[in-house]
């Protein structure tokens, strides 16, 4: 019996839909960092369904079809991705200098974390986040 989940894959991975899925691929390996991990492509060529991975997270992604629409048409986000890197700063700089519509910048919080907020090409939330001190040391 295969192993559940794959050897190479987390036991939680987020799973986002986008209307452009081989676009958002390109955009957040620009922006973000991700690589891509796998890709399946359907008729005409377009990806219907992908694995980008982070820092040995996985984000998986798809597109469920012409009725579906962004957090970008829709005008609401129901999810945020919460990312922690290694230099908060630079990561902000990448992402901000690659078109990244930023929501927050980068600051100290009160629980221990610089981060910053993003919003990628079809809306869908991102934060990255560097552990920069404990609980009630920084922000605060």
Request: proline share 9%; charged share 30%; aromatic share 10%.
């Given at each position: 019996?295969?192993?559940?989940?794959?050897?190479?894959?987390?036991?939680?991975?987020?799973?986002?839909?986008?209307?452009?899925?081989g676009?958002?691929?390109?955009?957040?390996?620009?922006?973000?960092?991700?690589?891509?991990?796998?890709?399946?492509?359907?008729?005409?060529?377009?990806?219907?369904?992908?694995?980008?991975e982070?820092?040995?997270?996985?984000?998986?992604?798809?597109?469920?079809?012409p009725?579906?629409?962004?957090?970008?048409?829709?005008g609401?986000?129901?999810?945020?991705?919460?990312?922690?890197?290694d230099?908060?700063?630079?990561?902000?700089?990448?992402?901000?200098?690659?078109?990244?519509?930023?929501?927050?910048?980068?600051?100290?919080?009160?629980?221990?974390?610089?981060?910053y907020?993003?919003?990628?090409?079809?809306?869908?939330?991102?934060?990255?986040a560097?552990?920069?001190?404990?609980v009630g040391?920084?922000?605060?």
């Amino acid at each position: 019996m295969p192993k559940s989940p794959p050897e190479d894959m987390p036991r939680i991975s987020p799973y986002l839909l986008y209307e452009d899925v081989g676009g958002a691929m390109e955009w957040l390996r620009t922006a973000f960092g991700l690589r891509e991990r796998h890709r399946i492509t359907g008729p005409g060529g377009a990806v219907q369904h992908a694995d980008m991975e982070f820092e040995g997270g996985v984000i998986m992604m798809g597109c469920p079809g012409p009725d579906y629409r962004n957090p970008k048409h829709t005008g609401h986000r129901t999810q945020e991705l919460y990312i922690y890197v290694d230099d908060v700063d630079a990561h902000f700089r990448r992402a901000r200098e690659a078109g990244a519509e930023i929501v927050e910048e980068p600051a100290d919080q009160p629980y221990g974390d610089r981060r910053y907020r993003a919003l990628d090409p079809e809306g869908h939330a991102w934060c990255f986040a560097q552990r920069v001190g404990e609980v009630g040391e920084t922000g605060g």
